[in-house]
T-cell receptor, first 112, second 114 residues
């Protein structure tokens, strides 16, 4: 079993839709939870960062962490064609030490 | 613009050849990393360095070596390339030793081994 599981998609939605992206993980010691966005043929860039459980909102993006269920989510409101990218969840800390573990990434297409 | 520079951006290589992927950062970050990205497998850590002069093995280190002679440079060497090393390679850095997972990535080096 992988430490981090993420549905690779692809996920296709119409412009303006609410998008929900999710990951599950097995290591209960993880403390830092991230979402990275990666455009085609580019490097990943940090989108959202959360420490421990709870919600964090930044504009149209909301990140949720439920440590009791080992489940994290990213919600995108009013999705735009420019949101079309691969979204990778990532986590680190605790017994994972200095290493960041990534999910496989979910490809998202937002149709105009 | 500050960040991470990787070279080459793309390379086709014959099996058995030696290849060094270069990575330079100008953010004075202590920690640097090499990942490979393959379809369906996501980003997998090859080697890392928490500070200049030290290196460590990641999840998939076999067939790769690294050095960290100074803060800014972290080259990745394939001593004798094999087709299974065909991948996109990303260099990354962090100013927190990776503890918080906030990594800054380069644009990638796309390597094809024939």
């Amino acid at each position: 079993q992988k430490e981090v599981e993420q549905d690779p998609g692809p996920l296709s939605v119409p412009e303006g839709a609410i998008v929900s992206l999710n990951c599950t993980y097995s290591n209960s010691a993880f403390q830092y939870f991230m979402w990275y966005r990666q455009y085609s043929r580019k490097g990943p860039e940090l989108l959202m960062y959360t420490y421990s459980s709870g919600n964090k909102e930044d504009g149209r993006f909301t990140a949720q962490v439920d440590k009791s269920s080992k489940y994290i989510s990213l919600f995108i409101r009013d999705s735009q064609p420019s949101d079309s990218a691969t979204y990778l969840c990532a986590m680190s800390g605790g017994t994972g030490g200095f290493k960041t573990i990534f999910g496989a990434g979910t490809r998202l297409f937002v149709k105009a | 613009i500050a960040g991470i520079t990787q070279a080459p951006t793309s390379q086709i290589l014959a099996a058995g050849r030696r290849m060094t992927l270069r990575c330079t950062q100008d953010m004075r970050h202590n920690a640097m990393y090499w990942y490979r990205q393959d379809l369906g497998l996501g980003l997998r850590l090859i080697h890392y360095s928490n500070t200049a002069g030290t290196t460590g093995k990641g999840e998939v280190p076999d067939g790769y070596s690294v050095s960290r002679a100074n803060t800014d440079d972290f080259p990745l060497t394939l001593a004798s390339a094999v087709p299974s090393q065909t991948s996109v390679y990303f260099c990354a850095s962090s100013d927190s030793g990776g503890r918080t997972g906030e990594l800054f990535f380069g644009e990638g080096s796309r390597l094809t081994v024939l």
